[in-house]
């Protein structure tokens, strides 16, 4: 198991870690068209970390405007709020014969 390593210099927080698995196209587009918004994780493998992390810190706006959005992302669909919505009707539909 990995654990997170952080930086915090001129360009703000950063943190990098290892994850088992990666969120790919297809479900962020499920996202996209179910819940309206974008998943704001960043993703490289080892072919093309260097890049990304370069974009990262050449475009710092866009960065920064990503890591913003991943705590009201969670609070939004990982909360339980949104399953509970989501399950409520199937939870409490009553069957008639």
């Given at each position: 198991m990995s654990r997170p390593v952080s930086s915090r210099d001129d360009v703000g927080p950063y943190c990098l870690e290892h994850l088992r698995g990666?969120?790919?196209?297809?479900?962020r587009h499920r996202?996209?068209?179910?819940?309206?918004?974008?998943?704001?994780?960043?993703?490289?493998?080892?072919d093309t970390?260097?890049?990304?992390?370069?974009?990262?810190?050449?475009?710092r706006d866009a960065a920064?405007?990503?890591?913003a959005a991943g705590p009201e992302f969670v609070a939004e669909l990982h909360?339980?709020?949104?399953s509970a919505e989501v399950l409520s009707s199937w939870?409490?539909?009553?069957?008639?014969?």
């Open positions: 990666y969120v790919g196209d297809a479900v996202v996209r068209s179910l819940a309206g918004r974008e998943v704001p994780i960043v993703e490289a493998d080892p970390l260097g890049d990304v992390v370069g974009g990262l810190i050449a475009d920064a405007e990503r890591a909360d339980g709020r949104r939870l409490t539909k009553k069957e008639t014969l």
